[in-house]
């Protein structure tokens, strides 16, 4: 399957970008799209530390169940953990999706939809 991703940014009345997204088109080399949306609020420290972690817990979590949605809800439970480790005052929703031999499988937390 060929797929072609876009991307669009616009912080409205913000002073910067507190959002941020995620893409693997090629998720654990088998053609598997990963997507990631990320809702930051109050600062971007969290919004960041998701972008960049919970598709690598989510990796790691799958490699060892192979239950997609078993496997997101470990993941979202275990940066939620690790965020709150963070001395930091900002937070973010979460949107994921990931399509695979014609299947969707959808996790979010907070707001995204």
Avoid: P, W
């Amino acid at each position: 399957m060929e797929l072609d991703v876009g991307e669009s940014h616009n912080c409205g009345s913000c002073e910067y970008m507190e959002d941020r997204h995620y893409f693997d088109l090629d998720f654990r080399g088998q053609g598997e799209l990963l997507v990631g949306v990320y809702d930051g609020h109050g600062g971007d420290q969290v919004v960041n530390y998701i972008e960049k972690e919970l598709h690598q817990r989510f990796l790691e979590i799958l490699g060892q169940s192979s239950n997609f949605l078993e496997s997101f809800i470990l993941a979202y439970e275990k940066v939620s953990t690790e965020v709150c480790e963070l001395d930091q005052d900002s937070g973010a929703c979460a949107a994921n999706l990931v399509l695979t031999q014609g299947q969707v499988y959808f996790a979010n937390a907070g707001d995204v939809r």
